[in-house]
């Protein structure tokens, strides 16, 4: 049975900041943040998204389309979570009408929990083909005004649908794992920014892309010459650049020249979101498959990297047809209608972030009509609506 994406929704807020102009009041060459880092602009929450709205206005991107008694599960992945106990998947699943059948619940491993979500939203449709699963990830990438993270930070969200005979991907069996309890990025339930160990969280992953990378092809009897593509993590893109380059290391011209191609065609979208954490892998997925000119049954390899840290190598085969599940005109249109902001006015919007919000307070959205935003904690409970 054929296990794997069906559908996949984005959600980024309506207001950015250009590389250039926050590389200027850093007195910082542009270039090191336009080719150094690789990132051309990012996304600003400002106090009225969060991970719990994104995550509600992602899905909305294709819920329509889906015939949504048959969801059995949803996941949300996220790092940036609302609360200590409640999971974000129920506001979602209130805010989207489902069936209270629905098993719901909230994962966590830094930028591995949509990945977490995926693999067993996967297991559960393998077992139960007639239902599907919606699987979230959602985030809010935070590091601190001057900062050396502070141009890898973004926000937004990515909502893909599990089913059986999907009209995208095809998951393949198996994957490769690979895990240790160590100390490169995290953020203590003290502090709303995270801390870094920036250099090392790079080595890091590069050196867990090799082993898991390296330890797949030999379990698959797979080479590299025949993946069509390899999408990563992209917490920023010269990140995946790095890891790409080693996975073409000593291959053909051939190879080379399309890999290298897929991956510029994977970039596009989160070059301009920056870091969305749990999300990021599967826009940059996104961005492939609408910028790649890829065919049916090409083989895709897919890098998830958690920090602390987790990674997995799998693979997907892509769907006859699958464009026309996609959007790429109105994905376009999120990054394209967002409003510039300032670097004033990003870091009123950022310091506005750090402080809790005020209990019986209300707040108003400037998103469009039909999104969904944070309204304020009424007697303490987070209000959620639609615009
Ligand atoms: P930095 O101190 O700005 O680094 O921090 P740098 O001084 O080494 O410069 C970066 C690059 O710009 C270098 O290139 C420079 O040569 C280049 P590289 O050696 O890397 O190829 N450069 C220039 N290029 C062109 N023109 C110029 C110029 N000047 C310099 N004029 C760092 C960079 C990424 C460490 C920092 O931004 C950071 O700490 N970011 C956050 C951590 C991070 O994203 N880590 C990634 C791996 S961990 C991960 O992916 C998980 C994560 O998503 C979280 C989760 O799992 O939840 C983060």
């Not at 080719?35 to 009225?48: E, F, L, N, R």
């Not at 899905?59 to 059995?72: N, W």
């Not at 969305?276 to 961005?287: D, E, F, M, R, V």
Request: aromatic share 10%; glycine share 8%.
């Amino acid at each position: 049975m054929k296990v794997g994406i069906d559908q996949i929704g984005y959600f980024t807020p309506n207001k950015y900041v250009d590389m250039v102009d926050l590389a200027h009041a850093r007195n910082q060459d542009p270039n090191k943040f336009l080719i150094g880092i690789g990132q051309k602009k990012m996304s600003v929450a400002d106090p009225t998204q969060d991970a719990v709205s994104m995550g509600i206005n992602a899905t909305l991107r294709y819920i329509d389309k889906i015939d949504q008694s048959k969801v059995g599960l949803l996941i949300f992945g996220t790092e940036s979570s609302v609360d200590q106990s409640k999971s974000g998947s129920l506001f979602v699943k209130s805010a989207l009408k489902l069936d209270p059948a629905v098993r719901a619940f909230e994962v966590k491993e830094a930028c591995f929990g949509l990945t977490a979500g995926l693999m067993i939203a996967q297991d559960f449709v393998r077992l139960h083909p007639d239902q599907t699963a919606i699987v979230i990830g959602s985030d809010i990438a935070r590091y601190g005004i001057n900062t050396a993270g502070e141009v890898t930070q973004g926000a937004g969200s990515v909502s893909l649908l599990v089913s059986s005979n999907p009209r995208i991907l095809e998951l393949n069996e198996g994957h490769s794992a690979y895990s240790e309890d160590i100390n490169d990025f995290w953020r203590p339930n003290y502090s709303k920014t995270a801390k870094v160990d920036g250099k090392y969280s790079t080595q890091v992953y590069l050196d867990f892309f090799k082993h898991t990378f390296s330890d797949y092809k030999r379990q698959k009897g797979l080479e590299t010459k025949d993946f069509a593509a390899i999408a990563y993590h992209l917490p920023f893109t010269k990140m995946g650049l790095k890891a790409n380059r080693l996975a073409i290391e000593g291959v053909d011209e051939e190879t080379n020249a399309r890999l290298m191609d897929s991956f510029t065609a994977s970039k596009e979208l989160n070059a301009n979101v920056g870091n969305i954490y749990t999300g990021s892998l599967y826009l940059s997925l996104l961005s492939l498959l609408e910028n790649g000119g890829l065919k049916a049954g090409d083989l895709i390899g897919l890098f998830s990297y958690g920090s602390g840290a987790m990674a997995e190598f799998y693979s997907a085969n892509v769907v006859e047809g699958y464009e026309n599940e996609l959007d790429k005109a109105a994905d376009e249109a999120l990054l394209d209608k967002r409003r510039k902001l300032s670097v004033p006015e990003y870091e009123k919007i950022f310091s506005a972030s750090l402080v809790d919000p005020q209990n019986n307070v209300e707040l108003t959205s400037d998103e469009k009509k039909g999104r969904y935003y944070f309204a304020g904690i009424c007697d303490d409970i987070r209000q959620y609506r639609v615009k």
